[in-house]
């Protein structure tokens, strides 16, 4: 056992699949009506193949139970937050990827009743109704406890940039809920190249797909329409903040000629969405250089620990981040305070606005009661729970609030 | 005028277009027989826009003289390092293409012989015809004194891993000239959804679509079947640094699981070949923060610059690159001793082996004179040269070798 760190590792892209969802996906390969490359590549080799990786892989993800904490035991992981693996219900028909990802839910936040020390869960919805999917973001948050929503990318081909979708985000900012963005392999309009090379799945494909996927939300003016969605996206943001500058550069000139139809002029530069509105984990990235890049592009509370379970299970590398050259406050911050706040892992507390009126607040911008005394100045959201169920919201400077006694 | 800072700019990636290309372009363009959606979004946005930066952008490809050295002056550049733009002559037909490669060459060959100070240049070849490439390899090198080879990426959908194209990487590593792997716009069955989104060109679609390129040259072996190969890459690598440890831990799962056919075991580590056989440029990544990373993770001999004119033709990016926080000898090499070795822009020396035979010779390591004293039991590769036609090579331990005076 190694000896306590100081803070709680709390894993944020760990992924699990029902056994009625593996069964499907079973028959969908064996009777040939999944008319997706990416899927016949992708889920073909992990149920099929008999190598050791993707038969335990398999084992594991089906897994929400002993076998799950005792990984994470081995791992030191005290937290996992556990959403649905790709393609989820994506890959299915609406009315049977709606149903699914019900079913999906509710095994996800029993699971989670029944470890609330251990499990944390993301709902996963259907895109392809997107009206059921808003319901089930709520459903997700209020009634299931969840703490954020998963979306493994593309829907046979389709993006969360096409407005038909965007009651999603309308739901996931209503309810101050993040959007986990994750990997899919490339729709079949994209993935030629990749798949003839064997470049379609985590070594490359996942990551460029999912890079633009964010890319074609921030460029459609997502962010815009809704300045207080919240997107988590893994593998250190899918390369894009190695592009900041290349993205800021070529969107203004693109912009600027008029080029496309589909890249209006949008609010801010690129760089700054992904530094307001994003945050990035470090699944299958656990590599010093890559990391502390991005803290330092990004901004050190923008990336958070992320392990891949069960697709990366390999405790060496959460000692590789333990190792992270920045100090304790950071660390801690890094595994443990970054994530509570992105997923409202902590419970409500109460706070006051002066005047003295008793509220139970939540912010919606990066806090932590380590960073008391906010600058008097700052602006900060108060969000008012009334009976757990109604929500309002308001604005105020940080001079104008303060905390209960013993905060 | 800025004063002179103690090295040569050597801009490294940047373009020219003889006006008969663009004058087939154009004909493509109207005749609609250009079945690329990459290309007509491409070269249908350059030749065809009335903005601004694409006029002067077009304005300035097809200049040769006293334009492109004002700019050069007025920007601070003392040599370019020109190559045909892409798709070059990659999307013509195989007799058309090879053609237009001659001439090409011969025109940027003249240029060059006319401003020996200021231009040297890459030879642009049709792997259409793969053994049509090799020889103009050899002709670029040995009659057109050109110092390198440009390949605008994939040629109608094939990619330089397929075995056909291998001639190319077997002249390029005879002559000792390196081959410059610049972007294109992705093939038919890639661009979909970037396209889509406008998203297809030099913001995100070239990157992607270049990366995947030179991974695909390298998980298919061809350094192991060239190991002396060298490749230089823009944009500081289309990102695959930042991908570095992902890359060999997904690549070693996948060999290991025998996922692919495409994908068989290589003799190294897919990010040994690019600490090894790549060079990365600076084109369109001015930005320090991306920079030293790439120099972090590649080594700082790995990165040079390059501007990418006319495209990003932004004489404050230079002015950027020359604040890098690194020393003086630092920003020589990064500014011009790197571009000076890869492209062996500088005459060969005399050097001599003991036992006192005379002989001209180029390493193909990295070399540098103020690297002396090498370690005695550094490996070394004597190329001789013999009446400036055959070559021939020889290993030895630089202990046995000796500098001429003066050196």
């Keep these: 056992m190694r000896p306590e760190p100081g803070y709680l590792r709390i894993a944020t892209e ?10 499907l996906w079973r028959s969908m390969l064996a009777d040939g009506p999944a008319d ?24 594991r993800l089906t897994d929400l139970g002993d076998r799950r904490i005792a990984d994470m035991d081995a791992a030191g992981i005290d937290r996992q937050v556990i959403s649905l693996t790709a393609p989820g219900v994506q890959i299915l028909d609406r009315d049977r990827a709606v149903a699914m990802a019900t079913l999906a839910n509710d095994q996800l936040a029993e699971a989670c009743r029944k470890h609330p020390d251990r499990f944390s869960g993301l709902t996963a919805v259907a895109p392809q109704d997107p009206a059921a999917a808003a319901t089930e973001v709520e459903r997700g948050a209020r009634e299931l406890g969840l703490a954020g929503v998963i979306i493994n990318s593309h829907t046979q081909g389709e993006y969360l940039d096409n407005p038909r ?4 985000f309308e739901a996931a900012q209503a309810l101050d809920t993040p959007i986990y963005l994750h990997p899919n392999t490339p729709p079949r309009t994209m993935i030629g190249p990749l798949l003839e ?25 997502v962010f815009d329409r809704f300045p207080r969605l919240r997107i988590v996206v893994g593998h250190l943001g899918e ?62 509370d923008r990336v958070m620990y992320a392990m891949d379970y069960p697709y990366q299970y390999v405790p060496a590398e959460v000692a590789m981040q333990d190792e992270l050259p920045i100090d304790a406050a950071a660390k801690k911050a890094f595994f443990q305070d970054i994530a509570e706040e992105v997923f409202r892992l902590l419970p409500d507390r109460p706070c006051y606005l002066t005047g003295g009126v008793p509220w139970l607040w939540k912010d919606s911008m990066v806090f932590r009661p380590q960073a008391w005394p906010l600058a008097r100045s700052a602006s900060v959201q108060v969000i008012v729970r009334q009976s757990g169920a109604s929500t309002s919201r308001a604005t105020g400077l940080a001079s104008s609030i303060r905390l209960p006694p013993g905060s």
Tied chains: 1, 2.
């Design 14 to 23: 760990e992924a699990f699949a029902p056994a009625e969802l593996v069964a």
């Design 36 to 59: 997706d490359p990416g899927f016949i590549s992708l889920q073909g080799f992990y149920l099929r193949s008999q190598a050791e990786r993707p038969a335990a892989v398999l084992a």
């Design 165 to 168: 979708c965007w009651p999603i």
């Design 197 to 221: 090379a064997g470049l379609d799945g985590a070594i490359y494909g996942f990551a460029i797909e999912t890079g633009m996927h964010l890319l074609r939300i921030i460029t459609a003016g």
């Design 239 to 300: 390369a894009l903040p190695f592009w900041l500058y290349r993205l800021d550069y070529m969107h203004a000139a693109t912009v600027k000629a008029g080029r496309y139809e589909a890249m209006k002029p949008i609010d801010r530069k690129p760089s700054e969405y992904l530094r307001s509105n994003v945050w990035v984990t470090t699944s299958g990235m656990p590599w010093a250089p890559a990391i502390m890049f991005c803290r330092d592009v990004l901004g050190p």
